[in-house]
């Protein structure tokens, strides 16, 4: 939770309450394959 709040905030002084964490969820995607419309 904090590398995510650096990268977007640039802080790195983050604390989070219990209650707060346990709203919060995460999900990783590993992506294998992409594709993309090209406009011209």
């Known amino acids: ?3 995510i709040m650096k ?3 640039g ?3 983050w ?3 219990e209650g707060g964490l346990k709203g919060t ?3 990783k995607l590993t992506v294998t394959e992409m ?3 090209e406009y011209k």
């Open 25 to 27: 969820g995460f999900f």
């Open 11 to 13: 802080k790195e002084d």
């Open 35 to 37: 594709t993309c419309k």
């Open 7 to 9: 990268h977007y905030t």
């Open 15 to 17: 604390t989070f309450t």
């Open 1 to 3: 939770m904090r590398a």
